[in-house]
């Protein structure tokens, strides 16, 4: 089946640095979506995009859909100690029903001021 | 962004008691829901797809009759967890897909213990 691989695991940086973190997938998808879940809560879509190649961004966060397919990125610039919680990339194959998001396994980011 | 609101947001019960979640759309229609369950430090697992005035499609492994799910409306669906043990102790989520259905929206989670 779809695997999608979600790397770092965790990071722990300094206030005002910039992020990045990526997720990789085995097979071509048609939908990337970035959410971020703080403790005891759902997650909260951060970005969607539907387009090879597409780059978009929200404030100080901006997403890429990769060119291949199968990856995607997602960059936070100027962190800041609000920005904590775990990061979820989601992918939607071609075929895919509604629900059939594949989630990556989270980055947990901490934010030291 | 569409609004998905989920409640309680925490249960305790007694074991072999029977609890009920709900999960309504506040500002759109879903004809769709879907119910994940999360473990601790772990991603979203997609449980079940809740369908509105129709059965419910299960997940492979997830216990039909353990999981009650029903979907009466536009707006609103529920997970009854029936039987409750402490291994399904477990913080739930259900989302819905907002217009032009690309979008899913998650409701804020049930933490769930079972004593």
């Known amino acids: 089946g779809q695997q999608l691989n979600q790397s770092p695991q965790s990071m722990f940086i300094q206030e005002g640095e910039d992020v990045s973190m990526n997720c990789t997938s085995s097979s071509i998808f048609n939908t990337w979506l970035w959410y971020k879940q703080e403790p005891g809560e759902g997650p909260v879509l951060l970005i969607a995009?539907?387009?090879?190649?597409e780059l978009t961004s929200n404030g100080r966060l901006t997403a890429q859909f990769g060119i291949t397919r199968k990856d995607s990125f997602l960059n936070i610039s100027a962190s800041i100690p609000s920005d904590v919680g775990i990061y979820f990339c989601?992918?939607?194959?071609?075929?895919?029903?509604?629900?059939?998001?594949?989630f990556g396994k989270g980055t947990k980011l901490s934010v030291k001021p | 962004g569409a609004v998905v609101s989920q409640h309680p947001s925490r249960v305790i019960c007694k074991s072999g008691t029977s609890v009920k979640i709900e999960c309504r759309s506040l500002?759109?229609?879903?004809?769709?829901m879907f119910w994940y369950r999360q473990f601790p430090k772990q991603s979203l697992m997609l449980m079940a797809t809740?369908?509105?005035?129709?059965?419910?499609?299960?997940e492979q492994g997830v216990e039909k009759d353990k999981f009650l799910i029903n979907h009466a409306s536009l707006t609103l669906s529920t997970l009854t967890v029936t039987s409750a043990h402490p291994e399904d102790s477990s913080f739930y989520i259900c989302?819905?897909?907002?217009?032009?259905?690309?979008?899913?929206?998650f409701g804020s989670g049930t933490q769930l213990s079972v004593l």
């Open positions: 989302s819905a897909p907002g217009r032009g259905l690309e979008k899913l929206f």
């Open positions: 500002d759109f229609q879903a004809t769709t």
């Open positions: 809740s369908n509105e005035g129709s059965k419910a499609t299960y």
């Open positions: 995009l539907y387009k090879a190649g």
């Open positions: 989601a992918g939607r194959g071609y075929g895919g029903s509604q629900g059939n998001l594949i």
